[in-house]
């Protein structure tokens, strides 16, 4: 059943998924960690995150291990939509369940952030990669430049190339332009 939502997911083909997922415990068949993180890897690409973050709380009352790939598909998918709460509430059940985020899903979440107007938001996550262990690129830094348009915070934009600058990241013409 792994492998046909799997291949479902490479096919782009969530509702099918979805109904392979549905029909397992009628067939005596338990879905797993590994069942979930496929269907939310392909709902994620179909930007259906309330079904990814729903099947989250499933997880935790069936005992399932959620994983970073489950968490990291429901991120991206909230992100998607520029839903910021939704965004932040996941980021925060990484940290219950001690995982560590991908690059990927901290610059989706900043990104989300910046979308919905909510600079400081996007500050407090990009700032929590490092913690996570991780290095902002060039993506991760464009998003949180973006997250300052339309407000008054001029100077920090030029913190942020300051900070490009001492990690030896050289801003490049997509930078500049978004600062």
């Known amino acids: 059943h792994n492998s046909a939502i799997s291949a479902c997911a490479k096919a782009g083909c969530w509702c099918v998924a979805l109904g392979i997922l549905g029909t397992m415990p009628s067939l005596k068949v338990q879905p797993d960690h590994v069942s979930y993180g496929a269907c939310m890897t392909v709902v994620d690409k179909a930007g259906k995150w309330q079904i990814a973050s729903n099947w989250l709380g499933d997880m935790g009352g069936l ?3 959620r994983d970073l790939v489950c968490i ?3 991120v991206n998918a909230a992100a998607t939509s520029s839903d910021w709460l939704v965004v932040l509430r996941l980021l925060g059940s990484t940290r219950e369940n001690k995982l560590k985020l ?3 899903s901290y610059t989706a979440a900043t990104g989300a952030c910046n979308e919905a107007g909510q600079w400081q938001q996007a500050l407090t996550v990009w700032t929590d990669m490092p913690r996570s262990g991780l290095r902002g690129d060039s993506t991760s830094f464009i998003g949180l430049l973006g997250a300052w348009e339309g407000s008054n ?25 978004s600062s």
């Open 153 to 177: 915070q001029w100077q920090l934009p030029l913190n942020v190339l300051d900070v490009m600058r001492m990690t030896n990241l050289l801003p490049d013409v997509a930078i500049y332009s």
């Open 63 to 65: 005992g399932l291990k």
């Open 72 to 74: 990291s598909s429901a």
């Open 102 to 104: 991908d690059i990927i």
